[in-house]
């Protein structure tokens, strides 16, 4: 039976020190942000309690579909399609203390007010384990606060990876790089983890006035060059653009650091910041400066959040015309795409907006979507039928991957599989 729902609120938990969320999505309704909608507040242990979880979701779910004022009114994550009536978790979030030694401007209180947890992670693993709350594979995120700052975090961050039943398979880490880790190093190495760190700055002075403290500046470079020596290709720097970082003068010299310190071969993600609603022409400008010159640079992997790619097509999509895309120099290396047909790598949330708002999927036609995870009920998605990957191998079509978490890992699967990397879409997108 077709409802409403998301895949968070079907499956998802971020643990906060003394609440639980059913996300960390922000949306503005009517010029308000809404968001990080929660389950249930935790005192100790015992409110970790799985029936609670699990009716809290289902109320949000009731109300969604009985047009109910809720939390999630107005939230664009909010899918009308089949859903199962189970909730089990397939995703965590990690941000169980808020001890950071950082202060950012786009930051709160949320995340570094110095709050331990009001319970154990390692017990409410096993509890969840023991009422088979987790499905098979869980997808786990650390971030906080600063996760090594979390009391023995390298012993708990090792029995989550350890762990057998669920099988954390996809592990992210969010840290600000500041402290180096040895057991984050090993993982990086071993290829078990994802390390995203934000950067902000290129100088000092800007660190300074973005990230609130004085120390730290150069020694995340240099943490990261560390983490980098091998190579792994599980390192994500990311940049969030804010007032005082955004000028090009200060891209450069973050881009010098990139190159002094062998960073190149990372992924890189720009970010803005979140609280703001609409980007102005001028961020909109730098991050599209940014973008080009990291690929002048030889960066092969750079991606926009969610936060960037949907504000820069409202903002451009109101200043340029059709004889602006055949010839802004913004639009010159996009334009080779132009009046094809396209193949989609991916059937979410992302594909989906691109595919209604952006000026590649205004100048061109999708030929077919392919996803590694086809849906066992319908197999289709916008009315279209869904091909598994193996489809990419009959034409020579252009693909487009639909994601920007995981397009490493997508592009490295079309690689194996014999495509030439010509072929994938690997340019500025909005």
Known sequence: ?????????????????????????????????KGDVEIVKVKENKDLDFKKIVNAKKKIIEDLNNNKPNPC?????????????????????????????????????????????NYSLELMLEDFKKNNFFEKNVAVTWGGGEPVLLKNFDHIFKTFIDSKYPKFKDIRVYSNSIIYNKLIHKYLDEKKIILTTSTDAGTQKTFEKVRGVKKGFLKIFENLKKYNKNKSGNIIIKYILTDENYQNEEIDEFINLIEKNDLLNCNFEISTDYKFENLDLKKTYAIIYFFNKLKSKGSEFVHFDDHVRKRIFNILSKEINNDDIENNKIFKDLRNYFNKEIIVWGTGRYAQEVIAKSFLFKKSKVAFYVDKFLD???????????????????????????????????????????????????????
């Open 73 to 117: 009114d107005g939230c664009p994550k909010i899918q009308y399609k089949e859903w199962s009536d189970e909730i089990k978790i397939k995703k965590i979030s990690l941000e169980a203390h808020s001890k950071c030694n950082a202060r950012c401007s786009y930051c709160s209180e949320m995340f570094y007010g110095g709050l331990n947890p």
């Open 1 to 33: 039976m077709k409802k409403y729902s998301c895949e968070d609120l079907q499956g998802s938990i971020y643990f906060a020190p003394n609440v639980l969320r059913n996300c960390c999505q922000r949306f503005f309704v009517n010029g308000k942000q």
């Open 376 to 430: 066992n009920k319908e197999n289709k998605f916008i009315n279209e039928k869904i091909f598994s990957p193996e489809k990419i191998l009959n034409s020579d079509n252009p693909i487009f991957i639909a994601s920007s978490t995981y397009w490493q890992d997508i592009y490295r699967q079309i690689i194996a599989m014999g495509v030439n990397k010509k072929r994938v879409i690997n340019t500025l997108v909005v």
